[in-house]
């Protein structure tokens, strides 16, 4: 009896603890004014770029050991949609400002340093600063963090479209993306790619760190193989043996591919398979880093194989989805535009 009163009570406490939070994000909410109109921001500023052919950024960097094979006239376009970097525990808005130093300094420390430059050799690179939306965003009231991802997410069309009429002329396009850069992604293809023109210029989409269920595309398909072109890729990486709760409780297939293997087998694919990651030195590959294996929604991998591995405890491998598989990654993106433009010939 004890027991159930304990777990009645708990359970009341938890209610109001949800109930008190729902209100008072509401209240931050209507204060925050969002329904009043929000601009665009302004893509013919190549400061609205993080990234960008036409200036120097952290993109163009390339880590010690590898053979800097980047062509200066590429055919081809990679279009960089970049995860979350507005973290602030303190803020005002439940949108980044563009112009935010500090945002910004860590777009480009982070994101851009250690993801979107795994797709430098073969491709010019794109990546727009947009208006994201707060980390926060993705724990409260779905109906209510609606605004702030369609204000992130009207930036990135805004951006994309300004890229397609002064850019594109008809190059191969590679969406690339990782968390709340995926779920801007999965929208852009649905509303620009899937069952339209240009589809046929889509040679790959690397949707990386968000859930990508097997009914989200009416006809864009994953990819079954390394060569295979105009389909998509997608896992979330957790350490083997974990699944957090919430994605025990999904209730839809994902698709989920080995980024190591380029298939959905869920056999595990050994550390030998991983040609390198990069981790905090940028400038050191780690060949072997992890494994792989596709584990129903979710990727697993062990920890990564570093020295002082015995004191990494977290489970959850989020910020490594793109760099411990850096390499593998590279060479993918070369081995699928080799197969799209052989196709073409």
Known sequence: MKLYKKSNLFKFILCFVVFFSNSLIT???????????????????????????????????????????????????????????????????????????????????????????????????????????????????????????????????????????????????????????????????????????????????????????DNYFPTLKPCLFENQTGCFVGWRTYKTGYVPELIQEEKFKCIVVNPLTWSSDERLASAELNKGGILQNFKKIVPRVVNAQVHHNVLWSCKPNVFGKIFFTKKNFHIGDINLYYMNIRENVRTRLDSFNKSKK
């Open 27 to 213: 209240e931050i909410h209507a204060q925050n004014n969002l329904t009043s109109p929000v601009k665009i921001t302004n893509y013919s500023d190549l400061n609205n770029w993080a990234a960008h052919p036409w200036k120097k950024d952290l993109s163009d960097s390339i880590s010690d050991g590898i053979i800097d094979r980047r062509v200066n006239d590429s055919s081809e376009d990679v279009f960089f949609i970049h995860p979350t970097t507005y973290l602030q525990k303190e803020f005002e808005n439940w949108n980044a400002d563009v112009n935010d130093v500090a945002i910004n300094k860590k777009t480009d420390n982070s994101a851009i340093l250690y993801q979107a430059s795994a797709f430098n050799e073969q491709s010019r690179l794109f990546a727009p600063r947009y208006q994201q939306a707060h980390i926060k965003s993705f724990y409260i009231n779905p109906n209510i963090a609606k605004d702030y991802f369609d204000i992130a997410y009207n930036d990135v069309k805004a951006s994309f479209e300004y890229y397609l009429k002064n850019y594109n002329n008809g190059r191969p396009i590679i969406i690339a993306s990782h968390s709340q850069g995926t779920k801007h992604a999965g929208r852009l293809l649905k509303e620009f790619f899937d069952d339209k023109t240009l589809q046929k210029q889509l040679v790959c989409a690397y949707l990386i760190g968000m859930p990508i269920p």
